[in-house]
């Protein structure tokens, strides 16, 4: 849909109409009131810095202006686009739109993949930055109010002010810092469904990790401490035997004895012939070595560190029956590799 935009002489046209025909007196709005504001979204990996503008009516709606770049951006380009909203402000008359024609301009219904404002609302973190009559900038950390219905303030958050010439670097700075804040207040909120675990070695050592994130892994908490610290156990579906384990534990079997010989010769004997087979030195996260066997039976990967004499820590994924679950492989893989680089050492 093509964004509506009216010229000064249409807008005033249209107000004059306007009042022409209300019998009530009313005197519409024909000029911009201060602050200006500008927002920056942030959601989907993407920013959208939106300016806002009187309308016809005296309250402020969203311009059919827009402009979206990523998150990743540097504070110069963020401020740049912010400084092009409040020039697009400035040279805009007040909005006579109707409310049609505001709806087909909707910038998060074009520059998202939200079909709703509860959805964008929900998705999407906000930071505003306000421009008084002589310029100066005021940004707010903003957080998504009640039932997904707008944003409102952080209770205790300071805004910041800049004054008014105020570099594009210095906006893109304030605007990063305020939605990083956003960011942390919106975690803070809502407890993380997967919190980090603290395992303690037999060598009194702890280490922190990380649940696999995703809702099939099932904590198997310490069911045979003797063996294994912790255990996950992916199931596809309830009822289902499990297809996959991802464990931290000591590796007893191996003896210590980290030479590819050793560990082929034990997995061999707990698993078949390896078709594929590699042991390379490693530096991940915490682990020195990773070692990777596949057969018709399983798809093993795991990261080890040798702790002492006596411990060797083993940080293991296996997949069993790998030719029949290929995308499941694939997957799992991906989580394993995550799961095993988050593992690490308490102080």
Known sequence: MKKMELSYEETMQRIAEYEKNDLTGY????????????????????LIVVPSITTIGYYSTWMAWYRKLNDTESPEVIGEAILDAFEYIR???????TRAERDEDLFYLKATKCKSYRAFNKKYLNC?????????????????AGSNQGYGGIDGDETVKLPNNASSTDLGNAVINALRISEEYAKSQKPDP??????????????EISPPRDRHFTDMEDEDTAKIYRLYEY???EGAESSAEFYLGIAAELDCDMSEDNIRRVWEKQNGKAELFEVKPTEYGIFKLRAEMRNKSVHRISY???????????CTMELHKPNSR???????????????????FKA
């Open 27 to 46: 005197i519409y709005c024909k000029e911009k009131n201060f602050p200006w504001f500008v927002s920056v979204f942030k959601g989907e990996h993407q």
């Open 91 to 97: 040279i805009s008359p007040v909005d006579a739109r």
């Open 128 to 144: 505003r930055i306000d421009m008084n009559e002589q310029g100066i900038y005021t940004v707010s950390a903003l957080i998504s």
């Open 194 to 207: 997967y919190p980090p675990i603290e395992v303690e070695l037999l060598s009194d050592q702890k280490v």
């Open 235 to 237: 199931y596809p579906k």
């Open 304 to 314: 080890l560190l040798q702790i002492d004499e006596s411990e060797l820590l083993d």
């Open 326 to 344: 290929k995308k499941l492989d694939e997957k799992l893989t991906g989580l394993f590799e995550e799961f095993a680089r988050q593992c690490k």
